[in-house]
Each structure stands twice: as C-alpha cells, then as structure tokens.
C-alpha cells in the first residue's frame, strides 16, 4: 500500500519561507515522480511542481517559478517543497502526489494534505 503524508503546512506572512515535507512509503517511491499539487478555496486543484525519481528533473507551475524549490532525499523517502516568498495567493490545501504528469487526472495516489494559509 502506498502513502504519502504531508507536514509543514502553517501560518506565515507574506515574504516569508515554509518548508513542506512530504514522506513516502511503498514501492512507488523508488519509481514514480512525486508532485505538488494546491487547491485554494473555491477553486479547483492545480498542479505546482514535480520531481522525477533521480532528482534529476523538475518542473515548476509558471506561477512558483523562481520562488518554489522541489527536492527528495531518496535515503529517507521524503520529498520536499521549499517555498520562499510567499504571497496571499499562495494560501491553499498543499497535496503531495506520486504523478506521471501535472495534471489531476495523471495522479495515482494522494496524500491528505497540508493546509498553508499566507497573511498580507
């Protein structure tokens, strides 16, 4: 059975940084790429950023670009979102996902979720 659970979701101002984890048990770990995804109240779930299995590549929603980092530790099954400069409109329910695309449909598995709510 594959899980993924979330943590670091929280309450920042805007400009400030959260780190999000995300932990990963089952074999999908060592062979999909995992994701971020957020879906904001009243609107539907978007795609962030993704990262392949090696780390070796990442993609990122035009509208983290430059401000997002998303990295794994393969030693410790966990995936990281680093966020920096954050904006009010960066508020949202953040989901980790084991993904083969950025799409909602090409999602295979989720995780509960973490909220992140940036004050202005």
């Known amino acids: 059975q594959v899980q993924l659970v979330e943590s670091g979701g929280g309450l920042v101002q805007a400009g400030g940084s959260l780190r999000l984890s995300c932990a990963v048990s089952?074999?999908?770990?060592?062979?999909?790429?995992i994701g971020w995804f957020r879906q904001a109240p009243g609107k539907e779930r978007e795609f962030v950023a993704t990262i392949s299995w090696s780390g070796g590549n990442t993609y990122y929603a035009d509208s983290v670009k430059g401000r997002f980092t998303i990295s794994r530790d393969n030693a410790k099954n966990t995936v990281y979102l680093q966020m920096n400069s954050l904006k009010p409109e960066d508020t949202a329910v953040y989901y980790c996902a084991a993904t083969r695309g950025t799409v909602v449909a090409s999602v295979r598995y989720w995780g509960q979720g973490t909220q992140v709510t940036v004050s202005s």
């Open positions: 089952g074999r999908t770990f060592s062979s999909d790429p």
